[in-house]
């Protein structure tokens, strides 16, 4: 295989719209490793997304298709309506393993039917942070051995329905306290104690099989001072020799600030594939001259000795194992029954909850990060409301994301006058701000299709109708 070939087939791009141009096309027959879809590539249709996977494999027969569908909050086939499983952060509360299988068998089902065969999850970080910006419901939990368990499952589930796992966000993002889309952050723990909270669910999905791990951008001082993990061989050194894993090693997004500041996009992946990655994801909307551009750095690369020829083959082979057959099929189980009643389990109400006879809902629009992005989120709103206006008289039921986070919507919560319900859709931390105020809350763990029904269940036992 030429230079320039290998070059393509490291490279897992994303192009603009719902359909495959003429120039991607190309970059396909030339040997592209693969595309990764986000929401503009998707319409909400799954007969849409098939015909672009279709017209994907028509250029290259062999390519990958991925997308990031973790469920819960984090979905891009479902965004439209909400994922119809389970979050990660759900799950993990009810921790039934047999529940959190079928619900990467039911992904794997909808990710077959779109023709996707390489799915960017699930999260296998530890939310040790109750302030982590970017992970949060999208962990099962803040507890090691629970995360790893529920990986291992997840993993286990998605991978019978013939669609490839990819672990995230290797070494683990967990703990940090900045968004790696936006900066680079800082992992600032002892090496024992990144061995010992955040390595343990990687190495359970590489038990269970998983077909890939995917690299985080974040600093790690304690295994190297100088390189974030993306781009660091003592911290891959970590994932290939100590946990013996031989399967691809994928990148986070390469155009997040995290990796890509300061750098740019093709250096970044210059660094990437010599410290041991095999594949480059580069994020959404993306023109096919970046992608010529990389092609050729990393090629130039290659000839004047910054990166060998024998480690871009070794990573166009891997990528090349990646792709499992999507032979997989609906097991038959009623998974929309399964989903609503462990909903139902995943909650947390705290308090009593107020007579909602004539309340309106509301939503307080606290900003989604990146990674889950500006999808529909909780019961149906009434009134939506920007953080620090004035709220309207009682009843009231008001809808909020990671309150804890946000000392404004605190404040509003504490003014709070007349009966109310807090439903909290993000990670549930501590009452900041408004401790005393009486009103009841429900904690859901995240967003979906089975926690909201579950939560316009209990309101309408409370009086709410609508």
């Given at each position: 295989m030429s230079l320039d070939s290998l070059a393509l087939r490291v490279l897992m791009p994303s192009f603009r719209g719902p359909d495959l141009a003429a120039g991607w096309a190309r970059l396909l027959e030339e040997g592209l490793g693969g595309v990764c879809l986000f929401g503009s590539n998707l319409t909400g249709s799954i007969a849409d997304a098939r015909a672009l996977t279709n017209a994907v494999r028509r250029a290259r027969a062999d390519a990958l298709v991925a997308v990031d569908e973790e469920g819960g909050d984090v979905t891009r086939l479902h965004a439209r309506t909400g994922s119809p499983v389970l979050g990660a952060a759900q799950l993990g509360a009810v921790d039934d393993l047999a529940l959190t299988a079928a619900a990467g068998r039911s992904v794997a089902?909808?990710?077959?039917?779109?023709?996707?065969?390489?799915?960017?999850?699930?999260?296998?970080?530890?939310?040790?942070?109750?302030?982590?910006?970017?992970?949060?419901?999208?962990?099962?939990g803040s507890d090691p051995g629970l995360v790893g368990r529920?990986?291992?499952?997840?993993?286990?589930?998605?991978?019978?329905?013939?669609?490839?796992?990819?672990?995230?966000?290797?070494?683990?993002?967990?703990?940090?306290?900045?968004?790696?889309?936006?900066?680079?952050?800082?992992?600032d723990t002892p090496v024992p104690e990144i061995r010992a909270r955040d390595i343990p669910p990687f190495a359970a999905a590489i038990d269970a099989g998983v077909a890939a791990v995917m690299t985080s951008h974040i600093s790690v001082p304690a295994i190297d001072p100088q390189l974030p993990a993306t781009f660091s061989r003592p911290i891959l050194s970590v994932l290939r020799q100590d946990l013996g894993f031989d399967g691809a090693i994928v990148s986070d997004a390469l155009d997040m600030a995290g990796a890509s500041a300061g750098r740019g996009i093709p250096e970044a992946s210059v660094l990437a594939l010599a410290a041991g990655v095999d594949l480059l994801c580069v994020g959404p909307d993306k023109d096919e001259s970046l992608v010529r551009e990389v092609q050729s750095v990393v090629v130039d690369?290659?000839?004047?000795?910054?990166?060998?020829e024998e480690r871009l083959a070794e990573a166009a082979a891997r990528v090349g194992r990646i792709r499992r057959p999507s032979t997989g099929t609906?097991?038959?189980?009623?998974?929309?029954?399964?989903?609503?009643?462990?909903?139902?389990?995943?909650?947390?109400?705290e308090g009593e909850l107020p007579e909602l006879t004539g309340a309106q809902v509301l939503s307080i629009s606290t900003p989604a990060n990146i990674a889950v992005g500006e999808v529909p989120w909780g019961a149906r709103p009434d009134l939506v409301v920007p953080p620090g206006a004035a709220l309207p008289a009682g009843p009231l039921v008001v809808q909020v994301r990671d309150a804890h986070r946000h000392p404004e919507v605190g404040a509003m919560l504490a003014a709070l006058r007349g009966p109310a319900l807090v439903v909290e859709w993000g990670w549930p931390g501590p009452r900041t701000g408004w401790p005393d105020s009486g009103h009841a809350r429900i904690c859901t763990r995240?967003?979906?299709?089975?926690?909201?029904?579950?939560?316009?269940?209990?309101?309408?036992?409370?009086?709410?109708?609508?």
């Open positions: 089902a909808d990710l077959v039917a779109a023709g996707v065969d390489l799915d960017l999850g699930p999260v296998a970080d530890v939310n040790s942070n109750p302030d982590n910006p970017v992970i949060g419901t999208r962990s099962f529920h990986v291992a499952a997840w993993v286990g589930g998605l991978q019978s329905g013939g669609v490839a796992a990819c672990v995230k966000h290797f070494p683990g993002h967990g703990a940090t306290e900045q968004d790696s889309h936006l900066t680079l952050p800082v992992l690369a290659v000839r004047s000795g910054r990166l060998t609906p097991s038959g189980e009623d998974v929309c029954a399964v989903m609503s009643e462990a909903a139902l389990r995943s909650l947390v109400v995240g967003s979906s299709q089975p926690a909201v029904a579950a939560v316009e269940e209990i309101m309408q036992k409370a009086g709410l109708r609508r």
